[in-house]
Nanobody
Framework: VQLQASGGGLVQAGGSLRLSCAAS????????MGWFRQAPGKEREFVAR????????FYADSMKGRFIISRDNAKNTVYLQMNSLKPEDTAVYYC???????????WGQGTLVTVSS
């Protein structure tokens, strides 16, 4: 599975961005797609995940109500709509694939989101 994340950039606090993650390869076997982020000097943290079949979603508590994960099966693409962005949301955002429900083992290259105050 190859994952290509895009959509990052510079945005002012309170603004919105939509990240995209295009998947290719053995996408038919994807179990979950997820988004993670890593802020400077911090460990990578979970943001959200979506089940490829059925679309069930799950969010980290701090993202609930502001971030929305969705997918387009026909395009093999997962999205992360980020609203009401805060400076503390500044991070490199990574998409990842879990092929069998056992963990995220395939990772994209990351896309940088910078939120200015």
């Amino acid at each position: 599975v190859q994952l290509q994340a895009s959509g990052g950039g510079l945005v002012q606090a309170g603004g919105s961005l939509r990240l995209s993650c295009a998947a290719s390869g053995r996408t038919f076997s994807n179990y979950y797609m997820g988004w993670f982020r890593q802020a400077p000097g911090k460990e990578r943290e979970f943001v959200a995940r979506i089940r490829w079949r059925g679309g069930t979603t799950f969010y980290a508590d701090s993202m609930k109500g502001r971030f929305i994960i969705s997918r387009d099966n026909a395009k093999n693409t997962v999205y992360l709509q980020m609203n009401s962005l805060k400076p503390e949301d500044t991070a490199v955002y990574y998409c990842a694939a879990d092929l069998n429900g056992m963990g995220f083992t395939f990772w994209g290259q990351g896309t940088l989101v910078t939120v200015s105050s």
